[in-house]
C-alpha cells in the first residue's frame, strides 16, 4: 500500500497493485454512500484501520470525460486515494504498463491514464465534487440506486444515446421518470464507445504489381449451403492484382 510519506499531493488519486479495494479517506468526495462495517485493513506500518462506508466516486480524467469509480471504500485513517488495478479490468477493457504510463484502454479508447512518478503511478485526473449528492443512502435504499441506475442506461438508450447533460435537463424539466440525482452519471456505455471510435487503417505492405498477369491471387471457398445451378458446391477465384481483373471457376 502507498506510503504516507510520498510527495503526492493528498489530491491525488495512486494506481495501486497491493492494495485489495479502492479506498479514500474523503467522506465529500461520494456520489453515493452508505454506512458499511467492512473490518479492517493492514497499512504499510502493520497498523490496522477500520473500513466506515462504501459507495461511488466521480471523476474527471483526461479531455474532461467524466468516469465512475464504483465499490470505494471509506476509511478515515488513510493517507492518500488508491484505485486498485484488478477492480479496473472489466470486460473489454485492459490495463497496459508501459516505461512511464499506466492505461486502462478500451480499444483504441484511452479510459484512465497514470503517470509513473517515482514509485507510483498517479491519475491523470480528478474528483468530482461540485453538483454530487453525497447524502447517506440508508441501507434499505441500496437496491432503489441499482434500479434508478438501470432506468437512467434504459432513457439513454431510448433518446438515442443521448449525454450526461441533456439528461440533467429533461430531468429538470420532469420529462423522463425513475430517475434520481444521483443516478444522472451512468456507468460507460460501450456501444457508445465503439460507435464514436475511428478505425485504425491498415499499414500498407508489399508491393503491387506494375503489369497484367505479374501477380494473381487465388482462393477457394466451399462447401456453400446454396449449391449453384449446375450444383457446384465450391468455387476458385482468380484476381489480377495489376488490373484487378477477377475470374470465378465452379467446382
Given at each position: ?19 485489495s479495494f479502492h479506498f479514500t479517506p474523503h467522506r465529500e468526495w461520494f456520489c453515493e454512500y452508505e454506512k458499511y ?20 466516486v466521480k471523476l474527471k480524467v483526461q479531455g474532461g470525460r467524466l468516469r465512475n469509480l464504483l465499490g470505494v471504500l ?178
Amino acid at each position: 500500500m502507498a506510503s504516507s510519506s510520498t510527495h503526492v499531493d493528498h489530491e491525488a488519486w495512486l494506481i495501486d497493485l497491493g492494495a485489495s479495494f479502492h479506498f479514500t479517506p474523503h467522506r465529500e468526495w461520494f456520489c453515493e454512500y452508505e454506512k458499511y462495517d467492512g473490518g479492517d485493513v493492514f497499512l504499510g506500518d502493520d497498523r490496522t484501520a477500520r473500513i466506515v462506508g462504501r459507495g461511488k466516486v466521480k471523476l474527471k480524467v483526461q479531455g474532461g470525460r467524466l468516469r465512475n469509480l464504483l465499490g470505494v471504500l471509506h476509511i478515515h485513517a488513510l493517507a492518500r486515494n488508491l484505485i486498485f488495478v484488478s477492480e479496473l479490468d472489466d470486460a473489454g477493457v485492459k490495463i497496459e504498463f508501459e516505461k512511464d504510463t499506466c492505461k486502462k484502454v478500451r480499444g483504441a479508447l484511452v479510459l484512465m491514464l497514470g503517470v509513473w512518478i517515482r514509485t507510483l503511478y498517479k491519475l491523470q485526473g480528478s474528483t468530482v465534487v461540485d453538483g454530487c449528492n453525497n447524502s447517506v443512502i440508508p441501507e434499505s435504499g441500496a437496491e432503489n440506486l441499482v434500479v434508478s441506475g438501470e432506468k437512467t442506461m434504459l432513457w439513454h438508450k431510448r433518446l438515442g444515446h443521448i449525454g450526461e447533460k441533456g439528461l440533467q435537463i429533461l430531468h429538470g424539466k420532469g420529462m423522463v421518470e425513475g430517475m434520481s440525482n444521483s443516478s444522472l452519471d451512468f456507468d460507460l456505455c460501450e456501444n457508445c464507445v465503439y460507435g464514436k471510435q475511428n478505425w485504425v487503417s491498415f499499414p500498407f505492405v508489399g508491393k503491387r504489381a506494375k503489369q497484367i498477369l505479374e501477380l494473381v491471387h487465388s482462393d477457394v471457398f466451399g462447401p456453400v449451403k446454396v449449391p449453384s445451378l449446375s450444383n457446384s458446391m465450391y468455387y476458385v477465384s482468380f484476381i489480377d492484382d495489376f488490373s484487378r481483373n477477377t475470374w470465378i471457376y465452379f467446382l
